[in-house]
Structure formats: C-alpha cells, structure tokens
C-alpha cells in the first residue's frame, strides 16, 4: 500500500482517487477549492464521458437520480452556417450537466471510495510541492489547465427560459456551430444543461484555438457577440431568454503532438496533461480515464520512476492514436470550405453523416472513423 497524493479534485484527480483508494492506497486528495465549486465549461458529458464514468461506477441512472439539474442528451447537431448543418439522433443517452453538480458528484464518489480531503492551494516549484513529494510515495498532478499548456481561450455564458416558451430547439439536442464567420479559428455551442423543471436553462459558448498567437491578441468576447448575433439558434434563444448570468472566460489545455504526461516523476492527468480534444474542447472522458490508467501505471510499478515511465507507455496506447486524429481533422478545418463539403457529404450518405456525428459525440474514435467508411 502505498502513500499517495492527489493534486486537484476535478474529474481527472476524482477518477485518479476514486480507483487508488479502492486498490487499497492511501490518498489524499487535495483541491484549492472547497467543494461544491464551479468550473468554466460547456457541460457536455459525451458518449464517451458516460462509458468513462461506467469505470467510476457511476451509470445513467445515478446522474438521473442523483443530479439537482441536467439534460438528457439524443440529437448530435452540426452545423455551418443558418442554412447548413446536421442533425443526428442516437439510440445511447448523452448528457448536459453543469459542472458545479457534476463535480461535486464525482467529488462524493472519490471521498466515499475512501479519499481523505485536504484543501490547500498547491503552486508549481514551491516548497509546499517540494513538500508533497518527500511526505508522499507517489504524486499526481490533476490541477487542470494552469497547470498544462493553455492552447485555446473559451467562453461560456448561462441563460434561462421559461420552459413554456416556444422554443425552435431541441430540449434534447446538443449543437456544435463551425460557423463560416469563425473560420478555422474555433466552433460555438449550444447545448441545454437543465430540462427538468418550470424554467429550462442553456449553456451557451464558444472556443478559440490560439494555433501560435499570443492569447491577447484574440477578443473572445467581441468573437462570442459576433456568434449570437449572427447564428440563428442562439439569436432566437437570447429573444427568450428570462435571466443571463455574466459570460466567463477560461483556457483549454487542449492536446499537442509528443505530450509528456510526467515530469520529474510527478504524473500528470486530465487538462494538467494536455488530453482535451483538439477538436471539440471536449476533456473530460479523457480526463476521467486518465485517472483510471495512472492508477494502472501506479499499481504495476515498484517506485515513481518505473510508474512514471508505464503511464507514459499508456498514455501512447490509450490516447495518442485518436489525438493526433483530432490534430489532423483540426488541421484540415483550416480550409473552412471543408466545413461545408463535410455537411454535404453527410447530407449525401446517412452512414457518414452517422460515423462522423458519433465521433464528434465521443462514440466513435477519430480514428476509426476514416477506416470505418471504406466498408
Ligand atoms: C469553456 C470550456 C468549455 C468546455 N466544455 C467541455 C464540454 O462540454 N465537455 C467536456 O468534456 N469538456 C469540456 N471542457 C474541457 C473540460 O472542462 C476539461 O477538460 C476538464 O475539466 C478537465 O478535468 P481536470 O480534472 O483535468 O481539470 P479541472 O476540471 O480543471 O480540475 C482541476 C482541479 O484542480 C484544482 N486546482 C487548480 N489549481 C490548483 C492548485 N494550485 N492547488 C490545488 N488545487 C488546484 C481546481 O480547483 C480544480 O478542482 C471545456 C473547457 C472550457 C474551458
């Protein structure tokens, strides 16, 4: 049994906790936040996040159960511009869930699984983690973006409707816009997050890859204005919306070719290892399995070294294989008429429209969408 701690309690340092503590390690889990607490996002728990969250013992039932608010996801929307795009419906259940609810959830599970919680700040290159270190037999780094490499700058905005409301969308769609006006700069969102009761609520946003230029160059927020009032869904949603909470901005620590995903021994995870979807924006499947297999790299290795190298073995098998996928998509998406002929495409040959609807909603890997539609 080894000593173990855990640096940040969000999906990846919750998975992390959740499957050390039940192979008999020691771990303390420690967040700067006192939980419940927020976090930036779009609140999309794909098909993926749901069979990465089946390894935490956690199934659709429970998040129905058990969530103060979500939405049940059955339509994967893509679109283009107003007059292009994609509507796919699938047979599986994703979800929307705001992250403040979600995170406290798998916050319970990782304590209930027998994590001790600690709440402490814990900078980079200070004595506090020189500390951690020497006390602790092994040490993972879970805290998330800052501690990765930011790659991209998001927004995120919430707005309530009254449900009685006669809304164009659908309750039960989620919505990714590679709008023409963005570019290959990034994609917008819409997806609802609460259903449930008199009031429905939507998170509303949109990222922006930085691909080299410095992050103040780039005003998101004039970008995220520009895509309300030019795409149709989010024009028609803001005409109705009762309440608008302030927008917030947050980075991505999306993925980057030749990740190391441990540094002086230290093993980093979810955002703090750069496994968000080039894509998509989307992290947190990768963040929850990241948790899964450093307990792997953990449990068949003798010392933090040997650990160190085996999670750098699985994260190239597990992970890098659909990343550099999603790198390439991204890369072709430059040439943003490709938006356009992809939609077409998907127009033209429902089992394309499916293929490449799934991969965007993590059921399908990036790479074996391509290899998929030759038969
Ligand atoms: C606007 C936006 C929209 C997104 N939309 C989606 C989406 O719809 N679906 C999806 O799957 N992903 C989405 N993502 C990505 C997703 O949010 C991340 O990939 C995911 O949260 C990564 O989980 P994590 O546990 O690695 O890091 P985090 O969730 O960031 O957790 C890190 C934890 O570390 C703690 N911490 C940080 N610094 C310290 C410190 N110094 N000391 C102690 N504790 C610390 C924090 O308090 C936090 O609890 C989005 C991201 C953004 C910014």
């Known amino acids: 049994m080894a000593r173990i701690a855990v640096v940040g309690a969000g999906p990846a340092g919750c998975s992390a906790g959740y499957h050390l503590a039940k192979s008999g ?14 976090k930036v996002c779009g609140d999309g728990i794909s098909l993926e996040s749901v069979q990465a969250l089946s390894t ?83 040490l993972i780094d879970a805290r998330g973006v ?54 429905v609520k939507f998170n509303v946003g949109l990222g922006v890859w930085l691909d080299d230029r410095p992050k103040t160059t780039i005003n998101v927020i004039r970008l995220f204005e520009q895509f309300i009032r030019s795409n149709r869904q989010a024009c028609h949603l803001l005409s109705k919306a009762v309440h608008r909470d302030i927008p917030q901005v947050y980075p991505l620590a999306t993925a980057q070719k030749g990740n190391r995903v441990s540094e002086r021994n230290i093993l980093k995870i979810g955002d703090a290892a750069n496994l968000t979807d080039p894509l998509t924006g989307e992290g947190i499947a990768n963040a929850i399995l990241s948790g899964l297999y450093v307990s792997q790299a953990i ?3 003798a010392n933090p070294a040997a650990a160190a190298k085996n ?65």
């Open 299 to 301: 449990n068949m290795s």
């Open 25 to 38: 390690h020691e771990v303390t889990l420690i967040d700067k936040s006192a939980f419940p607490r927020d």
């Open 146 to 199: 800052y501690a990765g490499q930011v790659t991209a700058i998001a927004i995120r905005a919430y707005w309530t409707l009254r449900r009685q409301e006669r809304l164009e969308l659908d309750l039960t769609e989620a919505q990714i816009h590679f709008d023409r006006h963005l570019g290959a700069t990034g994609y917008g969102w819409i997806f609802p997050v609460s259903t449930q009761g008199e009031y």
């Open 56 to 138: 935490m013992g956690i199934y659709p039932q429970d998040l129905r159960r058990q969530l103060a608010e979500y939405a049940p996801i059955r339509h994967f929307f893509l679109g283009v511009s107003n007059q292009i795009s994609h509507s796919e419906a699938t047979t599986l259940e994703a979800y929307c869930i705001p992250r403040v609810f979600f995170d406290q959830f798998l916050y319970d599970k990782a304590l209930s699984a027998g994590c001790l919680p600690l709440v402490q700040l814990v900078h980079k290159h200070t004595p506090q983690l020189q500390h951690l270190s020497e006390t602790f037999d092994y």
């Open 311 to 375: 999670w750098q073995y699985l994260y190239q098998s597990r992970f890098e294989a659909d990343l550099r996928a999603g790198l390439k998509i991204k890369a072709f998406r430059r040439f943003s008429l490709m938006n356009t002929v992809l939609i077409w495409l998907m127009k033209q040959n429902p089992r394309v429209a499916r293929q490449i609807s799934h991969a965007v909603a993590g059921l399908v890997p990036y790479h074996e969408v391509f290899a998929s539609l030759k038969y």
